[in-house]
């Protein structure tokens, strides 16, 4: 069982910048890959960005040039940094595991953008 907790939400103003971070009770090396999710109301969960083991990245076409994600491996944790948000980031944002084909979540962490 892996448990991953999710912090750094919050309320920001457009065109400004938070920092996700997702601590995992596991070794993130044992994970094939980690994830950014994030949902808005009314829509369906969307992957934001992805990290593999061996550290390639993935992003959406949405947030490409504004958002980072990277990984410390000693703490365990893996970061979203949202740079020049925007009121459309506004969502639950999830962060995901995937190790031997089971995949996990955490409870998620609300980020509200306001225009």
């Known amino acids: 069982q892996v448990q991953l907790v999710e912090s750094g939400g919050g309320l920001v103003q457009a065109g400004g910048s938070l920092r996700l971070a997702c601590a995992a009770s596991?070794?993130?090396?044992?994970?094939?890959?980690m994830a950014w999710y994030r949902q808005a109301p009314g829509k369906q969960r969307e992957l934001v960005a992805q990290?593999?083991?061996?550290?390639?990245?993935n992003y959406v076409d949405s947030v490409k040039g504004r958002f980072t994600i990277s990984r410390d491996v000693v703490k365990n944790t893996i970061y979203l940094q949202m740079n020049s948000l925007k009121p459309e980031d506004t969502a639950v944002y999830y962060c995901?595991?995937?190790?031997?084909?089971?995949?996990?979540w955490g409870q998620g962490t609300q980020v509200t953008v306001s225009s």
């Open positions: 995901s595991a995937q190790r031997t084909g089971t995949p996990y």
């Open positions: 596991a070794n993130i090396f044992s994970m094939n890959v």
């Open positions: 990290i593999t083991t061996g550290g390639f990245t």
